[in-house]
């Protein structure tokens, strides 16, 4: 299984202060990068589980008896942590988005590069893939999707032409959805407008926002007091929730004040922004929108 150096390791994994006997959940396990070096940073009484929903992932399981992963989605993170007797951990790592494994495997759909069947499901038991959403959305559903999940000026016109489309025959490929798209966009950036149609795609197929938005609600509960979150998202929707939760324990709006002007909030931040150097983008490219924050349980 083909999966690089995750991106920002050290930084991510610091964020969490690992504590020798502490229990840690890494919700993205994907190739193991990260869980080797929490289980590095762990003594004999630590403990670490993991969650990946993708089977793939499996195959990268390491044999480590503080080590439990869990082939389920991070939306389900407290059920499954109850099921082992967890109640509370001393810190949660998630980073979110696809995994290279997925984007270079080329019959999953993840990427423009292949000619592939229309998939992107993580979950391969999952019941909705592409070939759902650009077959059977409506008009409206497919110009909202590209709306808020890639921010298209042009959602109108590509939702319009994906449905007349389909009138004549189904699209079935990420070939004929790329024949259909590439002449109607920016001539020099059809390649960047195409992955930003891909990944509102598959978004919709994940469910990603409703499962980040389910998981960092029960983070609060999960988390011991003094617990570490560390987090990576990759485009803006995923990062401004993460920001607003860590901030006001909330997705919109502003926290209730008390009689005297005070906010109750559930974390503080550790330290601002984290990001990813110049030497490791020149190394990784898909490093280069990752944003990392830290927060710590109050």
């Known amino acids: 299984m083909e999966y690089h150096k995750p991106v920002l390791l050290e930084e991510t994994v610091r964020g969490l202060d690992i504590k020798p006997d502490g229990v840690y959940v890494d919700v993205t396990f994907g190739g193991g990068g990260h869980s080797r070096e929490i289980l590095k940073q762990l003594g004999p009484e630590g403990k670490l589980y993991a969650f990946d929903q993708d089977k793939d992932a499996l195959q990268n399981n390491i044999e480590d008896e503080r080590f439990t992963l869990i082939n389920e989605n991070f939306r389900f993170i407290k059920r499954f942590l109850r099921f082992y007797g967890v109640k509370q951990v001393d810190g949660i790592l998630?980073?979110?988005?696809?995994?290279?494994?997925?984007?270079?495997?080329?019959?999953?759909?993840?990427?423009?590069?292949?000619?592939?069947?229309?998939d992107m499901r993580m979950n391969q038991?999952?019941?909705?893939?592409?070939?759902?959403?650009?077959?059977?959305?409506?008009?409206?559903?497919?110009?909202?999707?590209?709306?808020?999940?890639?921010?298209?000026?042009?959602?109108?016109?590509?939702?319009?032409?994906?449905?007349?489309?389909?009138?004549?025959?189904?699209?079935?490929s990420s070939e004929q959805l790329n024949d259909l798209l590439k002449p109607s966009l920016f001539k020099g950036k059809e390649n960047k407008i195409l992955a930003q149609i891909y990944?509102?795609?598959?978004?919709?197929?994940?469910?990603?926002?409703?499962?980040?938005?389910?998981?960092?609600?029960?983070?609060?509960?999960?988390?011991?007091?003094g617990g570490r979150l560390s987090l990576i998202s990759y485009h803006s929707l995923e990062d401004r929730l993460v920001k607003r939760y860590i901030r006001s324990g909330l997705f919109k709006?502003?926290?209730?004040?008390?009689?005297?002007?005070?906010?109750?909030?559930?974390?503080?931040?550790?330290?601002?922004?984290?990001?990813?150097?110049?030497?490791?983008?020149?190394?990784?490219?898909?490093?280069?929108?990752?944003?990392?924050?830290?927060?710590?349980?109050?």
């Open 94 to 118: 998630g980073d979110f988005g696809v995994s290279s494994h997925q984007f270079n495997e080329a019959e999953r759909g993840f990427s423009t590069r292949f000619d592939a069947k229309l």
């Open 125 to 172: 038991d999952s019941k909705l893939s592409a070939y759902e959403v650009v077959n059977e959305y409506d008009e409206e559903q497919l110009k909202k999707m590209f709306y808020e999940y890639a921010d298209l000026k042009n959602a109108p016109k590509l939702a319009r032409m994906i449905v007349t489309e389909r009138k004549e025959m189904p699209i079935k």
């Open 199 to 225: 990944q509102a795609i598959r978004i919709e197929v994940n469910q990603e926002i409703e499962a980040l938005k389910e998981f960092l609600l029960q983070t609060e509960e999960l988390l011991k007091p």
């Open 253 to 298: 709006g502003e926290p209730e004040k008390d009689f005297y002007g005070n906010i109750s909030v559930p974390f503080k931040k550790v330290k601002g922004l984290v990001v990813p150097g110049k030497e490791e983008i020149a190394e990784n490219n898909r490093a280069r929108s990752a944003k990392l924050r830290i927060a710590k349980k109050l």
